[in-house]
């Protein structure tokens, strides 16, 4: 017997809502390997192919801990290609995404389709043109932390429907539990989080519902959360020194102003989006309350994260990733401003009312302008002209014509974009093919700054089809380390990169030793000091890392490289990049060998 709330969707709505996630999902495009997260591929890739990289110390000799997903990737590569495979499921996820954000709108307010076309219209442009915080929200691609993000939000969907069941807690038991076996840092923040909805909500679930819920989340984590608590048994003495790595690595998870400069004032500006939708219009509906408590204890969580980390500089709790929190408080405050916005159209109330929330809402419109120009732009188009049907009879149609005019005006935006949008994801897929006319029309009207993020620059793309053309499977390389898409891209094995780092202690104390040795710096203490270090490598440099490390060739970035290796044989260049064969003139010596207990039988 289907639910009441099944049942109370008429036929159009649910065309409607079908066809607006399928266009969201489509018009953030499939970007396969973007970024520099294309290091979590890595793992299932060498499970589907041990040869895969065998010669590359991060990928084949250190402990990866996203298993679940490890498992996802191989099981992916299985079925086909890989770029292609992962588009499909990718492209599942973020019509789940949206799907998620539809029920929790419904469960805020009562005619919830005109609060969602406003809703994709935000994230859309907040999640696809910017970054949350500095970590993106949900990257175009499949990434653990992408998979977790949704699935939690999934999760508080399925909570907040119309009335609590004990099928539909299991439910959201099972998408909990599998956010946080895609990502440790959800295995420890949900208990919390879920302490804090269920102290706000006593008398919503039954101990049936408690336990209905708990069974499938206890099931999934519980094996997840004690293999992670027994690989991170760090020792005597281990927490001071991995502090000390993770504050050299990643200080964005510790330090005031990396956090402040990272983007904590683009979250400024959707907290404030939030409050002031709140302010516009409290949600009362049946399920409000279990999406305004998540809310609230995702904001206690994150405040806890804070203050641990920038007051009391806990190292353990620094490693949670804070900013994930942040991404999802960012997306609820920015669906309370949507449905907000979404019912003053809609509105008509007594002039008192309505002139303090449009006021509000001429705010709310400044700061999202000021968060981002484009979505405040695209908002304001279409608000005022709604604003003014909806207050005056505009073909004899009154206050009614506003929903449709601003139906019929957003779906023909996001019609638009996916159609700007797909072509261009599929141009991503090269090496893979996809270099189409229609791909190129869209590459020549993007803009370069997103070209940047989306896709490698021309000269990169060549340096890595010559590589994969010109040099052995099994040929190592000394790269820039910043290039984070070499590995995946290139398809060869290098000695070390900036994002590569592992997550056991000694694992990341060989990270760091072979940093400073790639780099040429004895201590170094920041990523531009590595990075500047690097320029300078010359060809006897060059040797004794061919010497230490079994190198065979290094890649340097022509115009700004500063070290002679004129004596070394060049055999690529191109406008930005050129590779040297460095001569083979002795053996590796013992120093090339990994810590003991890192081999391939402890990684698997």
């Given at each position: 017997m289907k639910s009441e709330w099944i049942r109370s969707w008429r036929p159009p709505e649910r065309l409607g809502v079908g066809l607006l996630c399928l266009l969201f999902a489509c018009s953030l495009g499939v970007h396969y390997g973007v970024s520099d997260q294309n290091t979590y591929l890595l793992s299932g890739l060498r499970m589907a192919a041990p040869s895969f990289l065998a010669g590359d110390w991060f990928a084949s000799e250190t402990v990866h801990h996203h298993a679940a997903f490890t498992y996802l990737i191989y099981l992916l590569q299985g079925m086909g290609p890989l770029p292609w495979t992962s588009a499909v499921f990718y492209l599942l996820f973020k019509t789940l995404l949206a799907f998620s954000a539809y029920v929790i709108l419904r469960a805020l307010y009562d005619r919830p389709f005109l609060p969602f076309l406003f809703s994709l219209i935000i994230l859309y442009m907040a999640v696809g043109n910017t970054s949350i915080l500095s970590h993106p929200f949900f990257v175009p691609w499949l990434l653990p932390a992408g998979i977790a993000s949704t699935l939690f939000l999934a999760g508080v969907a399925a909570l907040s429907c119309a009335a609590p069941m004990p099928s539909r807690c299991a439910l959201a038991g099972a998408l909990f539990g599998l956010s946080g076996l895609f990502h440790g840092t959800f295995l420890f923040m949900i208990p919390l989080f879920l302490g804090g909805v269920w102290v706000a909500l006593p008398r919503r679930f039954s101990r049936r519902e408690i336990i209905a819920f708990l069974v499938p989340f206890l099931v999934l984590t519980l094996p997840s959360v004690w293999s992670v608590l027994v690989r991170f048994d760090l020792g005597e003495h281990a927490v001071e020194r991995l502090d000390a790595l993770l504050r050299f690595r990643a200080p964005h998870h510790y330090l005031p102003r990396n956090w402040g400069t990272a983007g904590f004032a683009l979250f400024a500006g959707h907290a404030a989006l939030g409050i002031i939708g709140l302010l516009m219009r409290w949600p009362r509906t049946p399920g409000s309350p279990v999406v305004l408590s998540a809310a609230a204890s995702l904001s206690g969580l994150f405040i806890l994260m804070c203050f641990c980390t920038l007051i009391l500089f806990?190292?353990?709790?620094?490693?949670?990733?804070?900013?994930?929190?942040?991404?999802?408080?960012?997306?609820?405050?920015?669906?309370?401003?949507?449905?907000?916005?979404?019912?003053?159209?809609?509105?008509?109330?007594?002039?008192?009312?309505?002139?303090?929330?449009?006021?509000?809402?001429?705010?709310?419109?400044?700061?999202?302008?000021?968060?981002?120009?484009?979505?405040?732009?695209?908002?304001?188009?279409?608000?005022?002209?709604?604003?003014?049907?909806?207050?005056?009879?505009?073909?004899?149609?009154?206050?009614?014509?506003?929903?449709?005019?601003?139906?019929?005006?957003?779906?023909?935006?996001?019609?638009?974009?996916?159609?700007?949008?797909?072509?261009?994801?599929?141009?991503?897929?090269?090496?893979?093919?996809?270099?189409y006319a229609l791909c190129r029309w869209v590459r020549s009207h993007t803009p370069p700054q997103i070209l940047a993020t989306l896709l490698p620059f021309r000269p990169e793309s060549d340096l890595y089809r010559w590589i994969r053309a010109a040099t052995p499977q099994d040929a190592r390389f000394v790269a820039p380390l910043k290039m984070d898409r070499f590995r995946l891209n290139a398809g060869r094995s290098i000695v070390v990169d900036w994002k590569g780092f592992p997550y056991r202690l000694q694992d990341s104390e060989e990270w760091y030793r072979r940093i400073a040795t790639v780099s040429g710096t004895s201590n170094p203490v920041s990523q531009q000091e590595v990075v500047q270090g690097y320029l300078s490598l010359d060809a006897e440099r060059a040797r004794a890392l061919a010497r230490t490390f079994d190198v065979q060739y290094v890649v340097v970035v022509a115009p700004q490289h500063l070290g002679d290796l004129s004596t070394l044989d060049k055999v690529y260049e191109n406008a930005l990049f050129r590779v040297y064969r460095i001569p083979s003139d002795s053996p590796p010596s013992p120093s090339s060998a990994t810590q003991p207990g890192t081999g391939e039988s402890e990684n698997r």
């Open positions: 806990i190292p353990q709790v620094a490693m949670l990733e804070p900013f994930h929190f942040v991404a999802l408080l960012s997306c609820f405050g920015l669906l309370f401003f949507a449905g907000a916005v979404a019912k003053e159209v809609e509105s008509q109330g007594d002039a008192a009312s309505r002139l303090r929330r449009l006021i509000l809402l001429g705010l709310g419109l400044l700061v999202t302008c000021w968060t981002n120009r484009i979505v405040g732009l695209v908002l304001v188009i279409l608000i005022i002209p709604c604003l003014i049907a909806a207050r005056v009879r505009f073909f004899g149609q009154g206050p009614k014509f506003a929903p449709r005019f601003l139906t019929w005006g957003t779906l023909l935006f996001l019609t638009g974009l996916t159609g700007f949008c797909f072509p261009l994801s599929m141009a991503s897929f090269s090496p893979y093919g996809a270099d």
